[in-house]
């Protein structure tokens, strides 16, 4: 797969370069005009390889970088010539991350990374490794499941107690007295040391002292619970108890003496709540009660449904990405979400289509988020529905385990009608899910069916939920750091076998501050699903490593690991790691996210640690509005100065470049004038002389351009912009003459 690095430096004019044909004009027997746009581009055929630009006696370190996909680059196609002529250095877009590599099982597979690395190996080309610690793109599946609660292992015939409630009286309250007028004054109620003491100071009936140990208690009427309580007293005597509301019964009674003993006893609920009642009037003396206790028995291993979706406390306008309404004859219908639905919940309005052409014109759909649902898991599903008028509803089933539970799952189709009914239903997830045909969200299916006419569907308390069982037991947070620690372990120590030395510098963490200073200390935080950093999409999408490792040894601990890890895999040299992130160059907070991230490398390398460099991403534009394109630039130059005086190299990790005009519209390719093509080009030409103006040579490490062509409309990444060096043709464009010329230092910094 060896190529000539020469190959590139003169191709890939194409359209350009069309109008030095080699037909004699002149015997065509009249003038040819050239056209503008084909005119206007026939200098960039005088340019050679971009990497050619670099003055490498000023600049010796510096690296040209590109990113790309590894298996573009792997196809041996044009991409592989375009990389090996025109730069030092590629980045791999995603081949290098977690979620490319590690499988749900936690299996990993680095063919591509292994291919890629040989690749480059072969064509003299290196690669700079992209990410080993990052919060996004990881397999959320896998890193959740290990530090998910385990199951334990018990006897199934054993039974526990679980306690549904328990009293202290170490304030006066929480009990109830009662005597008659006659008998009151003869009686005392104190609570000492967490017991409730009473004094009778005469015998009388035993029925005229009365009193609760228990009040407002869960039980429920039929179940068999457990009283426990503590007692003692200044001599020998009887206490009779009941249970229940005030239709309750007696339900015995039992000796205490002056020793403390614990009483346990069984009964039955007569009701749903109530309390306990005890009667000791005919004890002359005082009485000491505590620790009570009303306990119920039960298997260790019992099964409860955990809600993974519910609509209940929705407010309007939040995301409804579970609720989903398929396309209904040729519209697409986005529910939306309306105060009114049982007990107050919101509730999910569907207008169902007036031209429905076939039944299966209207569905609604309910999804999972992304699980790895497993065969025979049960599931439970419940909402309440109504509509805007009688009617029925169709269904329609598919093979498991096409990923749809569908309404037919009930004997009879049931009737929507213009009150609230409740839905419910229970279900198994089927054998033919296995590792190799996997499921990972469901969505329940209602087929509503052909209509004539606009008909408003509701949904309201909509639940989602899966069998657990809880016989587990929840992680420590030092169990929960341990695990994880070794899983990143296990990664970085896959990757660094899979570049076997050959990737001498990495992101070692991509990415960790947020844009908030929510403690503050002078300097933004870390992101955090935990501390509000980041928003409710972000954290459910995305694994947070700092959350369990600490903000401290997050970074602490991936640095160690690389080094450990490279040196034992074939890694010779030095390791260069960087901390790569975005908006350093931001002027809306005057750098501050720069400054913060310098801050934070200080505190990290506080025991010894050492981090090589910063990557700045620098995704920029340029801005038609002068003042706003003189701030932005003012801030990417003291960005430069500050990443300069941290003593770390300074890499352009993520460079490209959009167009914003002057109503601060983001333009689109096909929108953009010749004029405006050569203005990104002038600006791009100043940044890179910026770059080395401020950045000492001996911490240039280098630029990467992360875009080779303009974006495609359906882009991930930019949409549509022009953020490439060369067309989606790969003709090159004004803005490669800008690259090249700012690489050869003709670019002007104020």
Request: charged share 25%; net charge negative.
């Amino acid at each position: 797969m060896k190529h000539s690095n020469k190959i590139l430096g003169a191709m890939l004019l194409a359209t350009a370069a069309l109008a030095t044909s080699c037909v004699d004009d002149d015997k065509l027997g009249y003038a040819f005009e050239k056209p503008a746009s084909i005119a206007g581009m026939e200098y960039l055929a005088d340019y050679d390889a971009l990497k050619t630009y670099v003055n490498r006696s000023e600049h010796p370190n510096f690296k040209l970088g590109v990113a790309l996909a590894a298996s573009d680059y792997n196809a041996d196609g044009l991409v592989t010539r375009l990389a090996n002529s025109n730069y030092d250095e590629m980045t791999a877009g995603n081949a290098m991350k977690y979620a490319s590599c590690v499988k749900d099982d936690g299996k990993m597979d680095f063919g591509t990374v292994e291919a890629f690395v040989n690749n480059a190996k072969e064509n003299g080309i290196t690669i700079y490794g992209h990410t080993l610690a990052w919060h996004a793109q990881q397999n959320n599946n896998y890193l959740n499941g290990i530090i998910a609660a385990k199951e334990i292992e018990v006897d199934p015939d054993a039974k526990v107690d679980k306690i549904d409630y328990e009293q202290d009286w170490s304030t006066a309250s929480g009990y109830y007295f009662w005597a008659p007028d006659e008998v009151k004054a003869n009686i005392k109620v104190n609570t000492v040391e967490g017991a409730l003491q009473i004094d009778n100071a005469k015998a009388i009936d035993n029925w005229m002292v009365q009193y609760h140990v228990a009040d407002r208690l869960p039980t429920v009427a039929g179940n068999t619970y457990k009283l426990k309580m503590t007692i003692k007293a200044t001599g020998q005597g009887t206490m009779s108890w009941g249970v229940g509301g005030w239709g309750g019964r007696a339900e015995g009674s039992f000796g205490f003496d002056t020793e403390w003993k614990e009483f346990e006893k069984e009964f039955v609920a007569t009701a749903d709540g109530g309390f306990v009642l005890c009667q000791t009037g005919q004890f002359v003396g005082s009485i000491y009660i505590k620790n009570v206790q009303i306990t119920h028995s039960e298997s260790p291993v019992m099964e409860v449904f955990k809600d993974y979706i519910t609509n209940g406390a929705m407010e309007s306008g939040k995301s409804m990405d579970n609720f989903v309404v398929a396309e209904a004859g040729k519209g697409q219908f986005t529910p939306t979400a309306v105060a009114g639905g049982p007990e107050g919940k919101n509730c999910i309005v569907i207008h169902g289509n007036a031209n429905a052409a076939n039944e299966w014109d209207t569905q609604f759909f309910i999804y999972t988020p992304k699980i790895n649902w497993k065969a025979g898991d049960q599931y439970k599903i419940s909402f309440y529905y109504k509509a805007s008028e009688n009617i029925g509803s169709a269904t329609q089933c598919h093979g498991a385990p096409g990923g749809y539970i569908h309404w037919a799952c009930l004997p009879a189709n049931p009737n929507f009608t213009t009150k609230w009914q409740k839905y419910e239903m229970t279900g198994t997830i089927p054998s033919q899910v296995t590792d190799a045909n996997p499921m990972h969200s469901i969505a329940f299916n209602l087929n509503i069916g052909k209509v004539d006419h606009a008909v408003d569907y509701y949904f309201a308390d909509v639940h989602w939920g899966v069998m657990e069982k809880t016989n587990k037991i929840e992680l420590t947070d030092e169990e929960k750091k341990d695990t994880l620690t070794w899983a990143m372990d296990q990664w970085i120590t896959g990757m660094m076998k899979a570049t076997n030395g050959y990737v001498t510098s990495w992101d070692v963490v991509n990415e960790p501050l947020a844009g908030d200073d929510l403690d503050g200390d002078g300097k933004y935080d870390l992101q955090s699903a935990t501390r509000g950093t980041v928003s409710e999409k972000d954290a459910a999408n995305n694994f947070y490593w700092q959350d369990y490792l600490g903000d401290v040894d997050y970074v602490r601990t991936a640095v160690k690991l690389a080094r450990q890890r490279f040196a034992e895999n074939g890694g010779e040299g030095e390791l260069k790691l960087f901390i790569n992130d975005y908006n350093l160059e931001s002027d809306w907070d005057d750098n501050m996210k720069a400054n913060s991230l310098v801050k934070w490398i200080e505190e990290w390398e506080k025991d010894g640690t050492k981090i090589d460099g910063i990557g700045t991403q620098m995704h920029i534009s340029y801005y038609a509005n002068e003042a706003t394109r003189n701030s932005k630039f003012q801030h990417i130059v003291k960005m430069f100065e500050i990443l300069a005086a941290s003593g770390k190299l300074v890499k352009i990790s993520e460079l490209d470049l959009g167009y914003v005009d002057a109503d601060g519209n983001k333009l689109k390719t096909q929108d953009l004038t010749d004029e405006q093509h050569r203005e990104m080009s002038e600006y791009y030409k100043n940044v890179i002389a910026a770059y080395f103006k401020y950045v000492p040579a001996a911490q240039q490490y280098g630029i990467t351009n992360w875009c080779i062509t303009d974006a495609p409309a359906n882009s991930g990444w930019r949409p549509g912009e022009p953020v490439g060096l060369w067309d989606s043709n790969y003709n090159r464009k004004h803005c490669y003459a800008g690259y090249a010329d700012g690489l050869a230092g003709k670019g002007t910094v104020e």
